[in-house]
């Protein structure tokens, strides 16, 4: 059995393992594909000391990093079920969709989340192309651009807000027929010269040349107008989904399916950590998970020297 098993090799999971086996504890790893998000993620350039590096090329690091600690790595497979101990300070067992179990005393769960997709014609084809999630990350290389922002809850508006201040325009869509964020950053964002609003908007696809998006098609869903205005970039704010389908009845969950956790990354079952985008921490971003896995891994020590085996 492990003293920590970590489900999920993203930032969290990733600098969890390092942070679990630098103590000398029995240490595996269960994840579907290394790196998580940073796969697809073209360029990084706001992590500490790293001017600027590649999404494929972080995660190689961080695999590297964890294999270099001796790490028990298991890619390519996806947790299906945990099952909790039945005692203070027994083992947990975690199935895996192929039905294989491991057995452990801690587990640390780091599955990450992932953007909900428009699902048009065109939005694939040019992600990373002008198509992008995260305004912290890309909204710089938009600037002096005209872009759009699909999604008038609290992230498009706050993501409007951002880039308004960094590229040339900001034209922001919403589907309903009202803006769901916060009065105060509606107020704030309608105070800012180069941003448009349209309610009733329904994005129908996104158009380019082939090797870069250049426009999209919205319908106005009052009037039944079509518009297709020319932009050099979408960032889509229509929510972000954390894994955590197979956690339901396990953990705590919030009502947006994130897992429920405290300052030390404890969620509501003893000896059952959790870590970065599938959490209830605010500002989905690397450093932040990998801080944060840094910090379940701490924790779940600490729960394995304070928690004898019954
Ligand atoms: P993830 O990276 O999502 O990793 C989750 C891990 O869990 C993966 O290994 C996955 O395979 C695994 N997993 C999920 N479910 C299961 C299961 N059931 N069984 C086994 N394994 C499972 N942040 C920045 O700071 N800077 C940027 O420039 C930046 N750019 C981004 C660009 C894009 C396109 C995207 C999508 C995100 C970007 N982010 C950026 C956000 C950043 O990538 C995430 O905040 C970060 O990766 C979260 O790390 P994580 O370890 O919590 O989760």
Redesign the pocket.
């Known amino acids: 059995p492990y003293e920590v098993l970590i489900?999920?090799?993203?930032?969290?999971?990733?600098a969890a393992a390092v942070y679990a086996a630098r103590k000398g504890i029995r240490t595996g790893i269960?994840?579907?594909?290394?790196?998580?998000?940073?796969m697809?993620?073209?360029?990084?350039?706001?992590?500490p000391s790293v001017l600027e590096t590649e999404?494929p090329k972080f995660a190689a690091g961080l695999e590297a990093q964890v294999r270099h600690y001796g790490v028990d790595i298991i890619t390519l497979?996806?947790?299906?079920k945990i099952d909790p101990a039945g005692e203070a300070g027994g083992q947990a067992t975690v199935t895996l969709e192929n039905g294989a179990q491991l057995k452990a005393r801690s587990v640390i769960l780091?599955?990450?989340?992932?953007?909900r997709n428009m699902n048009v014609p065109g939005e694939a084809e040019y992600r990373?192309k002008g198509v992008?999630?995260?305004p912290?990350?890309?909204g710089p290389l938009f600037k002096g651009k005209d872009v759009a922002v699909i999604g008038g809850g609290n992230s498009g508006v706050e993501a409007a807000i951002d880039l308004a201040g960094v590229v040339k325009s900001v034209t922001l869509l919403e589907f309903a027929d009202q803006l769901k964020a916060d009065q105060v950053l509606v107020d704030k964002l309608k105070s800012m010269p180069n941003v448009t609003i349209h309610v009733n908007a329904q994005t129908t696809e996104v158009v380019g040349d082939g090797q870069k998006m250049n426009g999209l098609k919205w319908k106005d869903r009052v009037t039944g107008d079509e518009h297709s205005p020319a932009l050099a970039g979408v960032f889509v704010q229509i929510g972000l989904v954390p894994?955590t389908e197979?956690l339901k009845g396990t953990v705590e969950l919030s009502r947006f399916g994130e897992i429920i956790i405290d300052a030390k990354c404890h969620t509501s079952v003893p000896g059952i950590f959790a870590?970065?985008?599938?959490t209830t921490v605010p500002y989905?971003?690397?450093?932040?998970?990998a801080g944060e896995?840094s910090k379940a891994a701490l924790s779940a020590f600490d729960h394995l020297i304070r928690t004898p085996a019954p």
């Open positions: 489900i999920g090799g993203g930032p969290a999971g990733a269960v994840a579907e594909r290394f790196g998580g998000q940073t697809d993620t073209l360029g990084i350039e706001n992590y999404g497979q996806r947790v299906a780091a599955t990450g989340a992932r953007w990373t992008a999630y995260c912290h990350c890309d894994n197979f870590a970065g985008d599938v989905k971003q690397i450093v932040i998970a896995g």
